[in-house]
Each structure stands twice: as C-alpha cells, then as structure tokens.
C-alpha cells in the first residue's frame, strides 16, 4: 500500500502562481509514472501532467509552458509548478502513482486550486 498526501493548493490571483507537492508513504521501487489529475467544476477528469521513474515529463496541451512536473525521490515526493495561472486552472488537483509492474494505481485526496481576482 502506498499513500499519498497532496498540499500546496489555494487561492492566487491570475498570473500568479503555486507550487503543489504529493508525499508518498514510502519508496517506488518499480517502473512507476507519477503525477497530477485535474477536475474542474462540470468537467470531466483530465490529466495535468506525469512523470515517469526515467524522468520523461507530459503535459497536457493547455498547461504546457507554464507547469513543471518534477520528482524528488529522495524525499519520495513529486512537484507540479504551476506559474502563469489562469481562472481555467480552478479544479481540485489530484495527484497519483502509477505502479507498471503491478497494475495498481494509488490515489491522494484532492487539494483545490482556485484562481480568482
């Protein structure tokens, strides 16, 4: 079992920015992907952006050149910079571990993001 918390949501006004973290409870040892869900009022779930246990990074059209993925394994933590934000990024932000080898996928709870003036 793997848990995960993420933090670092809030309010920011358009053109500011956050930085969120999700913590794992332990180590990834496999080929994993981790990474950042998104859920906006009405909307389906879409993805953010994920990071393999290799280091490559995708992102979601409308986020690219403003969101940084990233992963500090030492601190078994990974990172979504989020800068340039606009009033389309409120959602609640959910980030995940996705074990290859396994076929598990672990979930952390959400943490809102609200973009406002």
């Known amino acids: 079992q793997v848990q995960l918390v993420a933090s670092g949501g809030g309010l920011v006004q358009p053109g500011g920015s956050l930085r969120l973290s999700c913590a794992a409870s332990?180590?990834?040892?496999?080929?994993?992907?981790r990474g950042w869900y998104r859920q906006a009022p009405g909307k389906e779930r879409e993805l953010v952006a994920s990071?393999?246990?290799?280091?490559?990074?995708n992102y979601a059209d409308s986020v690219k050149g403003r969101f940084t993925i990233s992963r500090d394994d030492a601190k078994n933590t990974v990172y979504l910079q989020m800068n340039s934000l606009k009033s389309e990024d409120t959602a609640v932000y959910y980030c995940?571990?996705?074990?290859?080898?396994?076929?598990?996928?672990?979930w952390g709870k959400g943490t809102l993001v609200t973009v406002s003036s």
């Open positions: 995940y571990v996705r074990d290859v080898v396994r076929g598990m996928k672990y």
């Open positions: 332990r180590s990834i040892f496999s080929i994993n992907t």
């Open positions: 990071i393999t246990s290799g280091g490559s990074t």
